[in-house]
């Protein structure tokens, strides 16, 4: 199977920290629809919009104010051909 990869660089006007912080406050950019935790190593959450998106996700390295790599466990896109396009992504 061929890797499909994509990377992109955001750029903002934030310490490390303040950064980091917001990133892991997923309610606050992403959707209020979460569940579970997304604080540390091991955590999991899972996030639902209707019956469209479906996706849980694990926190599998956690270095404060530096990275976060979350990895998707389980998904169910049905806006698209392969519903489980995302299971087994790495989001850092």
Not at 38 to 64: A, C, M, N, T
């Amino acid at each position: 199977m061929k890797a499909n990869n994509f990377q992109t660089t955001i750029t903002v006007n934030a310490t490390p920290h303040e950064a980091f912080e917001c990133i892991n406050e997923v309610t606050r950019w992403w959707t209020e629809n979460l569940v579970g935790k997304s604080e540390k190593q091991g955590d999991e959450f899972s996030v639902q919009f209707g019956d469209i998106h479906y996706s849980k996700q694990r926190l599998i390295e956690v270095i404060p104010d530096q990275k976060i790599v979350w990895l998707i466990t389980e998904s169910r896109l049905n806006f698209i051909k392969d519903k489980e396009e995302w299971t087994n992504t790495r989001i850092e």
